[in-house]
């Protein structure tokens, strides 16, 4: 059985810890929960599930993160994969960041921190249907 | 420059009425001084006539007129006529009483030593009895009159010239105490003006100091936000799985013993408690290799879904050698078990998370708390140096973690004394400006070190430098190089005012790629003395 992942990127350990139980919790085996600190890491990540034959059908990821920020990252995303759905779950994120992000990476939501559970799993759940 | 010429005008009217009280005072006593003189003369007179008078009697007396008593006698005469003419001169003869007293005497003697001269003794000694003798006295009346005169004379204006001299010195003393009173008294109100504008100052340098310090942490609040709001999310999402977990597990514990034999069960519980035990995978890039591994053992070992299951494990906590748990992953109600492990094990993940995510938390809070206090303690206190350095890194986390390649070099130290909270906003500036210089990130280097009796603290950065134009200039307040509105300009400014506080020292080196700003502070001198110092050791 082949399935696709859910990929969280996140600087904080906790953060993606919790985040990817919650995933976990709610969806099951249905998908694969994939976690990265940045989005350097991200991309390594992309590349070996891509050799794995996995595929990845949402990131959720921080806006303020080491390196690249994350409005940029889901753009460069959205670039190399268009049908990737986009998710930004940050502390802060300035409004231009979350404007390009939308314009850019198709954003699909911008859910604040301290994130509200079922509000981010009913849109993933929605989202991937 | 008031001042300057209040005192000025004070010096200018002491020196007007001491010239002109000395004036006066000089002409007095020269009065004075001329009457007292006039005196001596009259006085050196009346001599004169004495030893004119001794001449006679020594003629009488030798019945003779030699040459040696006429030779005397003209020198007499001739002292007698210029002391005369000076004593006139002088006015002290205005009726010419002296000069015609004078005359009649000198006339009558010269008869008188004529006859001498001439043997006629009893003629001579009636002439001098009916003639010299009175004419003599009453000259020497005259004279003793003038005399007392003068020096009556003499003495009132001395008097006066002593009074003259007491009345400026009191009058000189009134104008300057008058001219001095007002100095004081404009000095004082300038001094007073001077006070409450440097209270002003002071209470605005104050205000600007906090203005300076909530700029800058304007600047910080994003990421502060950021530093709370994601352990906040961790520890609600936290609460929320092991709430989660210990619902399914109270739920699936009863069915264990259906579901799993004794030696399942077994395997079971060896395989949660060496998951409890093991070290928890702090970083995805740490966890990456475990799982990649794992998965391609479970794929080799014919397992179905290798990297699903290989991902459970892992966040259960299991980590190789998993031969043990292979019975356990070919078990019917594999699925089943490997649930209720993974909520069970979980339980201790999610408490692990809200740990740490309280202390995040409460770290970005302490840091805030003791970087915003508006009140210094006044009194210097006995500190940790690392933990003022420690606080401003705690703060800048997020910035710092953006492209910048933070290397920390701490000695250990003793405590030194001073003022923390003064010490965080030193920190805060110097390390704020060498993030401000690298934008696209580059390497930031805080090395803390003893150097004899003292601490140097470096903050190094690898920006573009500081020009040599601006350097000399950078302490200045209101100096910036950065757009308006951006920086205060108080920065290097409030942290030389903190060094100097701290009887330390600042210095700036400079050149494109390494900036490096240098504090030394004093150790307190009981740690001095306890170490002897590098050089010594040396020695």
Redesign the interface.
């Known amino acids: ?1 082949t ?1 696709s992942a859910i990929l969280c990127v ?13 995933l ?2 709610r969806f099951g ?1 249905r998908y ?2 994939e ?3 940045s989005a350097e ?1 991200a991309w390594t ?1 992309i590349g ?1 599930l891509a050799e ?1 034959g ?1 595929g990845i059908l949402m990131i959720i990821s ?1 806006w ?4 690249i920020k994350g409005d940029e990252f889901l753009a460069q995303v959205h670039d190399a994969h268009p049908d990737v759905l986009t998710v930004m ?4 994120a ?1 409004a231009r960041a979350i404007e390009r992000a939308q314009r850019e990476a198709n954003l699909l939501a911008c859910i ?4 509200d ?1 079922i509000e981010l799993l009913d849109l993933v759940g929605a989202s991937l249907g | 420059m008031a001042l300057l010429q209040s005192a000025s005008r004070v010096v200018v009217s002491s020196l007007i009425v001491a010239v002109g009280a000395a004036a006066s005072i000089q002409a007095l006593s020269q009065w004075a001084a001329q009457s007292a003189e006039t005196e001596s003369r009259l006085i050196e007179l009346q001599s004169t006539l004495n030893a004119m008078n001794a001449l006679e009697w020594r003629a009488i007396s030798l019945r003779s007129l030699d040459e040696e008593t006429t030779e005397a006698f003209e020198h007499e005469r001739t002292r007698a006529s210029t002391l005369l003419a000076a004593t006139n001169a002088a006015g002290a003869d205005a009726n010419g009483e002296l000069a015609d007293g004078y005359e009649r005497y000198a006339g009558a003697i010269a008869r008188e030593l004529t006859m001498i001269d001439q043997g006629r003794i009893d003629e001579a000694l009636e002439l001098d009895e009916a003639e010299v003798d009175p004419a003599f006295e009453h000259l020497a009346e005259g004279i003793s009159a003038a005399a007392a005169e003068r020096h009556a004379e003499s003495d009132r204006v001395g008097k006066l010239a002593a009074f003259g001299t007491t009345a400026s010195l009191l009058l000189a003393a009134a104008v300057i105490g008058w001219m001095f009173t007002r100095f004081t008294r404009s000095r004082e109100r300038q001094t007073r003006q001077l006070a409450d504008a440097l209270n002003e100052l002071q209470q605005t340098q104050a205000q600007l100091v906090q203005s300076a310090k909530l700029a800058a942490l304007g600047q910080l609040i ?2 502060i ?14 609460a ?2 092991g709430e ?1 977990a210990i619902g399914s597990t109270l739920d699936a514990l009863p069915e264990l013993s259906e579901r799993a034999d004794a030696a399942t069960r077994e395997q079971f519980f060896s395989m949660v408690s060496d998951a409890l035990k093991s070290a928890p995978l ?4 740490e ?2 290799p475990v799982l ?1 591994a794992l998965a391609r053992k479970l794929d080799e070992a014919g397992i ?2 290798a ?2 299951v290989a ?1 459970l494990l892992v ?1 259960i906590g299991v980590r190789a050698p998993f031969d043990r748990v292979l019975p356990l992953l070919r078990h019917p109600a594999r ?1 089943w078990l490997l649930k209720l492990a993974y909520d069970l094990t ?1 339980l201790n ?2 408490n692990r ?1 809200i740990l ?2 309280v202390e ?1 938390a409460a770290k970005v809070v302490f840091a805030l708390k003791s970087y915003a206090r508006v009140e210094h303690a006044s009194d210097a206190q006995r500190f940790d140096l690392r933990a003022t350095i420690d606080t401003v890194l705690e703060l800048y986390r ?1 910035q710092i ?3 910048i390649e933070l290397v920390c070099n701490f000695e250990d130290l003793p405590r030194l004394d001073g003022y923390p909270d003064e010490l965080v906003q030193l920190w805060t500036n110097l390390v704020h400006n060498a993030l401000h210089a690298m934008p696209a990130g580059g390497r930031l280097e805080i090395d803390v070190a003893k150097r004899g009796s003292e601490v140097v603290v470096s903050v190094t950065d690898s920006g573009p430098g500081i020009p040599d134009d601006v350097r000399n200039r950078i302490f200045e307040p209101f100096f910036s190089t950065k757009p308006r509105g951006e920086g205060t300009g108080l920065g290097l400014h409030i942290c030389r005012q903190v060094v100097a506080k701290h009887q330390g020292r600042i210095e700036v080196d400079s050149r494109p790629g390494e900036t490096r700003f240098r504090v030394a502070l004093p150790l307190p001198a009981s740690a001095v003395d306890a170490e002897p110092e590098p050089e010594a050791l040396a020695a």
């Open positions: 059985m399935r996140d600087d904080e350990a906790i953060v993606l810890s919790s985040l990817k139980e919650q976990r919790r085996d694969l929960y976690t990265a600190a890491e990540l070996e794995d996995i921080d303020l993160m080491p390196g779950l940050t502390g802060q300035e604040h921190k301290p994130w559970e | 994003a990421g936000a950021h530093e709370i709001n994601s352990p906040l999310g961790a520890i609600r999402a936290a929320s799985n989660a702090v970083t995805s890039a966890r990456r990649r179905a879904d990297r699903a991902d966040d699925d979980r993940e999610n998370t740490s995510a995040r997020n973690k953006h492209g």
